[in-house]
């Protein structure tokens, strides 16, 4: 089992920045790929950005990419999600996850975080 509790959302004025934090617990953090998804109010969860094993290789969905930066700190047994010029339609729950591959697919991550909130103001 990997324990996912994510941290850093918050309310942010429209053209501000976030940084989320997702830190793992319990099987080693190192062998797992990690994403980010999200899901506003009505919608489904959405891919938004992943990164390898390794840390080498990185996805991101097309309505984050230039915006958005995910990272990863085995050390710290942390996944980050930087973020830049939010917007409101950036307003979700956002989710970490680990998976056993790179992947865009939900079903790929087999462990879910509770969500952090991120509300962008216009």
């Known amino acids: 089992q990997v324990q996912l509790v994510e941290s850093g959302g918050g309310l942010v004025q429209a053209g501000g920045s976030l940084r989320l934090s997702c830190a793992a617990s319990g099987r080693p953090f190192s062998r797992y790929a990690m994403g980010w998804f999200r899901q506003a109010p009505g919608k489904e969860r959405e891919f938004v950005a992943a990164i390898s094993v390794t840390g080498g290789g990185t996805y991101y969905a097309a309505s984050v990419k230039g915006r958005f930066t995910i990272s990863r700190d085995d050390a710290k047994n942390t996944v980050y999600l930087q973020s830049r010029s939010l917007q409101p339609e950036d307003t979700a729950v956002y989710y970490c996850?680990?998976?056993?591959?790179?992947?865009?697919?939900?079903?790929?991550?087999?462990?879910w975080g509770q969500g952090t909130q991120v509300t962008v103001s216009s």
């Open positions: 996850a680990a998976g056993s591959r790179i992947s865009y697919l939900r079903d790929e991550y087999d462990y």
